[in-house]
């Protein structure tokens, strides 16, 4: 009879064995690195420039930064503002009537200013009333009418103010001309275009720029003049003024790095770079708190400054928890132990593909059949009689 059970040495099968199950392990941690380095180079996307001639012709060009944005000061302002009392000049649109005492003839209602500044009125004829106040307009009216009458006494009135008015643009709920009855301001224009619309308590004001003539633009500090009530920064608004206000959508920072949502934040009043993480939903359990860095593009080399929310946080230090300007960059830096684990999950996978690949091998015999011939070769083969 053949004995066919296994070998008599159980100590040198189990060391045989436990051989065998080193030298498959150091086989999975070989094919694991080389898969690792595989799937790392397949992966990775390595742009190569190309000989590009730059001319003027392409678009190929670094966009310059905006210009720091500065407000006029309330000296500034006051130097805007006429400082001499108002008066009132006639123009396009305006409705004026003209009452002569004791000649109802003469007298007529709402007389429209034309387009080009004259006023047809009968009896009198045509008169240039463009850039005139209404006095000098109704001196010129007794001047025609003393030709043709003794002492007229005349009076005019104006019924309806069109041509002092304002162009107001942007954020406001009823963007377009408003005109003034009197001397007009720049809470008065806002109010006139309806307010601001409520937009959520994320939006709020930060600027209007007041544009004048073709050479004249100031910026004007909403935060100060509205929340501070500063009202040396009540502009006066001219005739033909143009009022901006940009919409706050126009302004964002960016949150980058180890934070649980990083994207783009909308700037809001007072946002600072602690608050800017936590809009970004805190940082992550990878994150460095030590490391956290703001961008902010000055020019074309911008400038980096770090931030340690650790100590801010510990010690209660807030002198580096800067203020943010539109377009700034928040970056969370990872921990050195956020890289050792991204090396451990490009393994993890690696190794769940080999340790399938022996249980499948297993599973056909591949891997009995193998281990007998091993055995074979150093004597481990079964006896007969």
């Not at 670094?62 to 400082?83: M, Y």
């Not at 809470?187 to 050479?215: H, M, N, S, V, W």
Request: glycine content about 6%; some cysteine; overall charge positive.
């Amino acid at each position: 009879m053949r004995d066919t059970s296994m070998p008599s040495q159980p100590h040198s099968y189990a060391k045989k064995h436990n051989g065998w199950s080193a030298f498959i392990f150091i086989q999975q941690i070989l094919l694991c690195i080389l898969c690792t380095l595989l799937i790392t180079s397949c992966s990775s996307i390595s742009p190569k420039e190309t000989s590009v001639q730059l001319s003027p012709e392409k678009n190929f060009k670094p966009e310059l930064p905006e210009k720091k944005q500065t407000f006029a000061s309330p000296e500034a302002v006051r130097k805007l503002s006429s400082t001499s009392p108002f008066q009132y000049y006639l123009g396009p649109g305006d409705v004026i009537s003209i009452t002569v005492w004791k000649r109802p003839e003469l007298s007529h209602e709402r007389i429209i200013v034309a387009p080009d500044g004259m006023l047809s009125i009968p009896r009198i004829g045509n008169i240039n009333a463009l850039q005139k106040t209404p006095e000098d307009v109704q001196q010129l009216i007794s001047k025609r009418l003393k030709a043709l009458y003794t002492k007229p006494e005349v009076t005019l009135r104006v019924e309806e103010f069109r041509n002092n008015k304002a162009f107001v643009l942007g954020r406001v709920s009823k963007p377009g001309v408003v005109h003034f009855p009197g001397k007009g301001t720049l809470l008065e224009a806002l109010a006139l275009a309806g307010g601001l619309p409520y937009q959520g308590k994320a939006t709020f004001l930060t600027k209007c720029a007041i544009i004048r003539g073709r050479d004249t633009v100031i910026w004007i500090d909403l935060q100060d003049l509205l929340k501070k009530g500063n009202m040396a920064l009540n502009a006066s608004v001219k005739n033909n003024d143009i009022i901006f206000i940009p919409e706050a959508e126009d302004q964002l920072i960016y949150v980058m790095g180890e934070v649980v949502t990083p994207g783009a934040i909308q700037l809001t009043s007072n946002m600072n770079v602690l608050k800017a993480v936590m809009l970004a939903g805190g940082m992550s359990k990878q994150a460095n708190p030590e490391k956290i860095f703001v961008i902010r593009q000055e020019n074309l080399q911008g400038e980096v400054i770090k931030v340690d929310l650790k100590d801010l946080l510990e010690k209660g230090n807030f002198s580096r928890n800067f203020t943010l300007m539109s377009n700034d960059i928040v970056f969370v830096s990872p921990s050195g132990m956020a890289k050792f684990n991204y090396s451990i999950e490009k393994l993890i996978p690696a190794l769940q593909v080999l340790s399938l690949g022996t249980d499948n091998a297993e599973s056909f015999g591949l891997m009995q059949e193998f281990r007998n011939k091993a055995w074979g070769q150093e004597g481990f083969v079964n006896t007969g009689d």
